[in-house]
């Protein structure tokens, strides 16, 4: 299984996903992002956020989602609300589709604590989220139920 989460720069949130969700996820279920029109460059404090939770980044990078067209994903989960209206591209086609919108902390303004804490308070609403997610008879589960669980967890 392979899941998609694309925001519209690819540099903070999605990256964050991505990163977290492989960390947590069992073999055979891989996570990916991509941007609605990435930025090409990775939100240094994203990585710092990651790195400091003991998260991988190797390999990590801003990208389109044409990269996906030969190897289109299962599942993609919108992270941004800009990204959330957007049409995915064609080559999805039969995907499952699901928005967890999350503040963007790559805005937050104030002292550095506030802006770290801003990264860290995102870190972990995604692993409330992927967690969730995980939790999830991914085996058993139907399309439908699937849809609706992802749905169900976006507003966690």
């Known amino acids: 299984m392979k899941v998609l989460f694309m925001c519209t720069h690819n540099s903070c949130r999605s990256i964050l996903s991505e990163a977290l969700f492989n960390h947590l996820a069992p073999e055979g279920i891989q996570a990916v992002s991509s941007g609605s029109f990435p930025s090409g460059r990775v939100n240094q ?13 190797a390999g990590l990078s801003s990208k389109a989602s044409d990269e996906f067209e030969g190897s289109p994903p299962d599942i993609v989960i919108t992270v941004c609300d800009r990204a959330a209206g ?11 589709k699901a928005h ?4 963007d902390p790559s805005e937050a303004t104030g002292s550095e604590g506030d802006i770290s804490t801003a990264f860290e308070t995102t870190l972990a609403k995604i692993r409330e989220r992927v967690t969730a997610f995980l939790e999830l008879p991914l085996k058993t589960i139907s399309p439908d139920q699937l849809k609706a669980e992802l749905n169900r967890i976006g507003s966690l």
């Open 45 to 57: 404090r994203a990585l710092q956020t990651l790195e400091a939770a003991g998260i991988p980044t």
């Open 86 to 96: 957007e049409a995915c591209p064609i080559f999805f086609g039969p995907a499952l």
């Open 100 to 103: 967890w919108g999350l503040a």
